[in-house]
């Protein structure tokens, strides 16, 4: 079994985090095998040099900086409120599924009243946030669970499990994908973990960090093999915000780009490599 290992965090105080000294091999995560053992990219430093690059040109966000000093905070946000929070990130931007969120807590107090309401109600709550009947199937459905198995709607136990094991626990739940996982991982119980969404899987996918051929769900394993614990947590927030505000970094849009002023407007060209 894999030993728990909490992030590291900032020194309180902090304005922006120091850059660290990497391991020189990859990382070695939970009992995943890597999908590419053979794609030597991205070394850990090309992950520090993407980082510190990123860092200078857009500090890391406030709203996500906030989680990397949770777990010294007095009342960080509880585990459950982080899964609900990402299943309704699904599909959508993120004001809307703020605004969904908003709304979910505003009309329904606690968790028990999302479990007594009709399933109509849920959506109707959440609507704002898009595929409303999907995502309040998934909502109820954990809940469901949770009743079944531990008899009270809470997840904080999962604060005392390793990777490996919040993995499988949040497995049983219907509707929970890997990104979902990773995300509950690395922003609520601060573990090292690197979720890949769009904007990240198309800019791996743009600087050669995976394989052409590689899908969402492959590029996950293999960076979270390849990237060193210590940058998973700032170069996850930092491409992602990147991959937000910049499309000709992205396989779809940079690589259709054809000015030398295009490619040298975004720092992340100057890191791909045939």
């Not at 860092?55 to 905070?73: C, F, M, N, T, W």
Request: hydrophobic share 30%; net charge positive.
């Amino acid at each position: 079994m894999e030993r728990k290992r909490k992030r590291k965090q900032l020194v309180q105080g902090a304005e922006e985090p120091k850059p660290k000294p990497v391991r020189s091999g990859p990382t070695r995560t939970g009992t995943v095998k890597d999908p590419f053992p053979s794609h030597a990219r991205p070394t850990p430093q090309e992950c520090e040099a993407v980082r510190d690059t990123l860092l200078a040109l857009h500090g890391i966000p406030p709203e996500l900086a906030k989680y990397r000093d949770a777990v010294q905070s007095e009342s960080p946000e509880p585990v459950l409120d982080g899964l609900v929070r990402t299943v309704l990130s699904q599909n959508t931007t993120e004001t809307n599924s703020q605004k969904a969120f908003a709304s979910l807590k505003t009309s329904f107090p606690t968790w028990e009243h999302v479990f007594g309401a009709e399933s109509k109600d849920l959506e109707n709550a959440i609507r704002c946030g898009g595929l409303a009947p999907t995502k309040a199937s998934c909502i109820k459905n954990v809940l469901r669970c949770l009743r079944e198995r531990k008899g009270q709607f809470c997840l904080e136990y999962l604060r005392d499990l390793s990777v490996d094991e919040v993995k499988a626990e949040l497995s049983l739940f219907k509707g929970i994908g890997p990104k979902t996982v990773a995300c509950v991982l690395m922003f609520n119980l601060q573990q090292d973990d690197f979720p890949v969404d769009t904007h990240i899987f198309e800019i791996a996918k743009t600087m050669g960090w995976v394989p052409a051929v590689a899908d969402r769900n492959k590029s996950y394993l293999h960076l979270n093999q390849r990237i060193p614990n210590e940058l998973k947590f700032d170069l996850n927030c930092l491409m992602y915000t990147h991959g937000k505000l910049c499309r000709k970094c992205s396989s779809k849009k940079g690589n259709q780009q054809g000015g030398k002023g295009n490619d040298e407007s975004c720092p992340l060209l100057n890191y791909c490599k045939e």
